[in-house]
Structures are given as C-alpha cells and as structure tokens.
C-alpha cells in the first residue's frame, strides 16, 4: 500500500513571513489598467504613484498559490520577495493574474505593460 500524498497541505498551510505589505489581489487585469504605454513604468513613475503592479501566475507551487488560510491568502516565494520590494520601497502592491509567462511578458511590455514592473 502506498502513503498518501500530503507535501501539498505542506505548503499550502504557509504564510508570508513578517508584516506584508498592503496588497490588492485581483482576479484579472481590470480594464483600468490597460495602458497604450509602449514601455514599463520607471521607477520615479512608480514612486509618485505609491502602487507597485506585479503580475504572477496563479497555482505556480512554490511561486505563487493561495494557502489554505481562512480567507485563503495568496503566498510563494516571489509573492513575498514582491512584499519585500513594496515594503522597501514604502509602496503598496498590487497582484494581477496571467495565465502564464508570455502573458505576463506581454502585460510588462505591451500596451498593458506601461503600468506593471515585475512579472512573477
């Protein structure tokens, strides 16, 4: 007979470390934040807005998942390094979903790019 697995509810039992930053997760791009910028924020840009914008990509262990919080609470390594900027840089944060790394490519450099820094 073979264990069951259960490395998964390891994970999804972790929270970020530390205080995080103030932070909206959002459920997709909303059309607000669809730009014709053809390039990335610089960094004075994102300074006086006071948001950084960081696209991830949902259920990527151990990246970028919703732990089993009560609401779930979404946590991974590169969400806690975004929170870690964000808090150095005194900014809040913004998550935005993509289905995958091209998506998340073209959100930083396309038309939709102008107002994201970091894809995750």
Request: aromatic share 8%; net charge negative.
């Amino acid at each position: 007979m073979v264990a069951p697995y259960t490395k998964d509810q390891t994970l999804r039992g972790l929270r970020l470390q530390g205080d995080p930053q103030t932070a909206t997760v959002f459920n997709a791009i909303p059309a607000e934040r669809l730009s014709t910028r053809q390039e990335p924020a610089v960094l004075g840009e994102i300074q006086a807005r006071g948001v950084l914008r960081v696209c991830y990509q949902p259920n990527e262990y151990p990246s970028a998942f919703y732990n089993n919080a009560s609401p779930p609470q979404l946590v991974g390594f590169d969400i806690e390094m975004a929170h870690r900027l964000a808090y150095r840089q005194q900014l809040a944060l913004e998550l935005f979903p993509t289905a995958n790394e091209s998506e998340a490519i073209n959100a930083l450099n396309s038309g939709v790019g102008g107002e994201f820094v970091m894809v995750l």
